[in-house]
């Protein structure tokens, strides 16, 4: 599997996971470019909560849902709290979120209905997106350092082999782009919530700097949890896009703070 950017209407660009869902699921992570917000949320904001126009984020999602050949009106939106909490979806939530409140809190959606889109959220959050064509089985997690240290991503696999029966071993992952090691500079709590998840095999996945500081690779933990969860190594693809390295493609809050926009990563059965 690999990642490739594509390109839309109005310069829209978003990336897809080649391989990821073999013909039974459409999906994408979007970047900053190709849509109609203004100012510091300029161009492709698809956050509900950033202060944008709701009709420009309308049309943001218009142009992202039609490239992708996902179901607008259906859309079921996480509703992150950096968590580890992992929502079953049923028809019943086709429209929180963007048409409807949410009347949950997670990180984590899974469903096996066709035609229900799954939407996660990120600006340097690393996003997940997973596909299970065998049983014909989707989901999505965002997984921030929190959420990693808490193995949300493992623990979506696992949602999904025993709610669907899905074998993890069928199961293919993206790791879309987010924060890389490159640029997650931390103090020591990051390293510390690592380490009491992992033990040792954390270790790989940190750097000490001169200072005291640390870097960490959340993109590799997230994939040691797959791994962990039964997903085949060959069947995890991970984006070499750090947001925080290039903030004229994608949102990072690092780079950026609070005055931002949020791109989305969506999947949906067909």
């Not at 490739?4 to 829209?12: D, K, N, P, T």
């Not at 209905?113 to 997940?128: K, T």
């Not at 014909?136 to 965002?142: E, I, K, L, P, S």
């Not at 991503?153 to 949602?159: D, E, F, L, Q, W």
Request: proline letters at 6%; glycine letters at 12%; one cysteine or more.
């Amino acid at each position: 599997m690999y990642f490739i950017h594509r390109q839309g209407e109005a310069g829209l660009d978003w990336l897809s996971a080649e391989g990821l869902t073999d013909g039974a699921a459409v999906h994408g992570f979007s970047t900053r470019l190709g849509g109609v917000s203004e100012g510091c949320l300029s161009s492709l904001n698809l956050g509900i909560a950033r202060g944008d126009d709701p009709a420009n984020v309308r049309e943001n999602y218009r142009r992202f849902c039609g490239a992708l050949g996902a179901q607008m009106d259906n859309m079921v939106f996480s509703h992150q709290v950096h968590g580890d909490e992992i929502r079953v979806c049923t028809p019943a939530d086709a429209g929180k979120g963007l048409d409807s409140p949410r009347d949950y809190e997670a990180d984590g959606l899974v469903t096996d209905v066709p035609g229900l889109p799954l939407v996660i959220f990120s600006a340097d959050c690393i996003p997940v997106l997973l596909c299970d064509p065998v049983r014909r089985v989707v989901g999505a997690c965002h997984a921030g350092w929190r959420g990693t240290a808490l193995c949300i991503a493992g623990k979506t696999v696992r949602t999904m082999a025993q709610v669907y029966g899905c074998r993890p071993e069928d199961i293919r992952c993206a790791i879309g782009p987010g924060i890389s090691r490159c640029c997650f500079e931390t103090h020591g709590d990051v390293p510390q919530a690592m380490e009491r998840a992992m033990g040792a095999a954390a270790a790989p996945y940190i750097d000490l700097l001169p200072g005291g500081k640390f870097r960490v690779d959340l993109k590799g933990i997230n994939s040691y949890w797959l791994e962990k969860a039964g997903v085949l190594p060959q069947k995890i693809v991970i984006s070499d896009d750090c947001t925080c390295c290039h903030p004229d493609i994608y949102w990072s809050h690092r780079h950026t703070g609070p005055a931002r926009g949020s791109m989305a990563a969506i999947i949906q059965l067909v």
